[in-house]
């Protein structure tokens, strides 16, 4: 599922929100990840986005790793 359709779905997000999850995806993603893969990217950004990490860099660094850790 698209990053921006991931965010809608997850959330009461509003359009400056899903701009802000999709730069944070667009960072992370990688040329040939499987569908599973980034979706399972895009479920961490909303993760941490949604426990309050909201600095850019903080959830683009934290949303690298699996969640839990």
């Known amino acids: 599922m698209p990053m921006r359709q991931e965010a809608l779905v997850a959330g009461n ?3 400056s929100e899903v701009e802000f999850l999709g730069r944070v995806f667009d960072q992370l993603k990688v040329e040939g990840q499987s569908q599973a893969d980034r979706d399972l990217l895009a479920s961490r950004i909303i993760a941490n986005y949604m426990a309050g990490v909201r ?12 969640l839990g850790r």
């Open 13 to 15: 997000f509003t359009p």
């Open 55 to 66: 600095d850019e860099a903080e959830l683009v660094s934290l949303s690298r790793q699996p």
